[in-house]
């Protein structure tokens, strides 16, 4: 089937550990996005990656870091500078950054900081 | 700086009612709208994507429409389910193709 596929699931993290968490689709998609979603606020976009061995930051890309190797796959790090990483993260991807597409979205991994 | 409003917060409804969840945006300048839904601890999924030069779109018991001189859209669900229970996001593509504004959601509550 295809979709996105997020792992893992839930994490759990030390304090001054650096984490990383997996975002890979079948869907042929350039675009992909991660965002970080906290109780009573929006989504907020932390990196976003519109082509291969391409990415920009979004609103709060400090304490993170991306890469884009493979058009399938856009990892996330959650590097110990960042100081408040408790979180629910969910991938996304869509066709082309152009704005008239669907965006698809992974199950999400939780983040726990320990 | 565009800014998206879901009202209400949370909603309660026994079944079989039909409903309206509000979702406002502050520039009307947007090229597109979104609704989502999410259950709780899962992803979003996307439920109808609106064109900033449509006025509404349909899916099943879904009708989201779009008035953008008013900085409006509104989610009706019709002859709701207990399996509608979740939270509807709204998003607003303001035309930086990249980005999409997020509203905070109406978590609703259909009780059998």
């Known amino acids: 089937d295809g979709g996105i596929t997020q792992s893992p699931k839930y994490l759990f993290r030390k304090e001054g550990q650096n984490v990383t968490l997996s975002c890979e689709q079948n869907?042929?998609?350039?675009?992909m996005y991660w965002y970080r979603q906290d109780p009573g606020q929006g989504l907020r976009l932390i990196y976003y990656?519109?082509?291969?061995?391409?990415?920009q930051k979004g609103d709060i890309a400090e304490g993170y870091s991306v890469s884009r190797e493979k058009k399938e796959s856009f990892p996330l790090t959650v590097t110990s500078a960042q100081k408040n990483p408790t979180a629910f993260y969910l991938c996304?991807?869509?066709?082309?950054?152009?704005?008239?597409?669907?965006?698809?979205f992974g199950e999400g991994s939780w983040l726990t900081v320990v | 700086k565009q800014e998206v409003t879901q009202i209400p917060a949370a909603l309660s409804v026994p079944e079989g009612e039909n409903l309206v969840l509000n979702c406002s945006f502050t520039?009307?300048?947007?090229?597109?709208l979104q609704w989502f839904r999410q259950d709780p601890g899962k992803g979003l999924t996307s439920l109808l994507l609106?064109?900033?030069s449509q006025r509404e779109q349909t899916s099943g018991r879904l009708n989201a429409s779009l008035d953008k001189s008013s900085g409006r859209s509104t989610l009706y669900i019709a002859a709701s389910q207990p399996g509608d229970s979740a939270t509807y996001l709204c998003?607003?593509?303001?035309?930086?193709?990249?980005?999409?504004?997020w509203g905070l959601g109406t978590s609703l509550a259909v009780n059998p």
């Open positions: 998003a607003v593509n303001a035309g930086n193709n990249r980005k999409l504004i």
């Open positions: 996304a991807s869509k066709t082309s950054s152009s704005g008239g597409n669907t965006i698809y």
């Open positions: 520039d009307s300048a947007i090229y597109n």
């Open positions: 609106i064109q900033s």
């Open positions: 869907l042929n998609h350039d675009a």
């Open positions: 990656s519109q082509i291969v061995n391409d990415f």
